[in-house]
C-alpha cells in the first residue's frame, strides 16, 4: 500500500560480471529491493534498467520443486532448454548433488516427489544446478544458500563467480561479503550507504 518507505534516493549502477550483497536489521527491505529489480515486485517511482527477463533468474529461499523427473526438475523453468545427458551429470556433481542421482538409480527420468525427498539445502543446491545449466547473464539469490553448510556454500559461489555471471544477494551470514564487490547496507527510515566489499569488512574488523 506504499506505507512505508524501503529505501530513499536509492541510485546505483552493477556491470555485466559485478556483485552486490544487500545487508541490513530484518524489515530494512532487501528482499524488497530485489524482487524489485527482478521485476517481481513493480511498486514506487523511480527508473531501472536491466537485462530482459530470459536472461535473469530469480533463486529464492525454498526453491519451487516441480512435479515429474529429475530431468523436467533440472530443466526448470526453461523447458526448452534440451542439454545432453552428459552435461546434466556434470552440473549434477559440480553442486554435489551425486547422492541424489544414486537414490533414482542414476535414471534421470524416475519420477518422485521430489519436495518431500530432498532437503532444503538439496533443493538450494537442485536451484543452482539449474542456473549453471541456463547460465543467464544475471541473477538475484534472496537466502539461496542458507540451508548450506559453509563448504557447499562457499563451492557455489566460486563456481558462480567463475561463470562470470552478475548477482545480487540478501544474506545474513557474514561470510557472504567476501564473495561481492559491494555491499548495500540498508538502513532505517529509508536511508541506506553503499561500500565496496573490502571496505566494509576493514570496518568490521576494526569495530
Known sequence: DRSKMLAKELSFELSAKQSLIIIGASGTGKSSIIRTIAGLWPSGPGSLQR???????FLPQRPYMVPGTLRDQLQYPAHDLCPNDAEIRRVIELVNLSEVLDRVDSDLDRVIDWSNVLSLGEQQRVAFARLFLRQPKFIFLDEATSALDED?????YELIIQS???FISVGHRKTLVPFHQRVLHLKRAGEWELTCASDF???QSLS
Open 201 to 203: 569488512r576493514a570496518r
Open 164 to 166: 562470470d555471471i552478475g
Open 152 to 156: 557447499n556454500q562457499q563451492r557455489i
Open 51 to 57: 537485462p530482459g527477463l530470459h536472461h535473469l533468474m
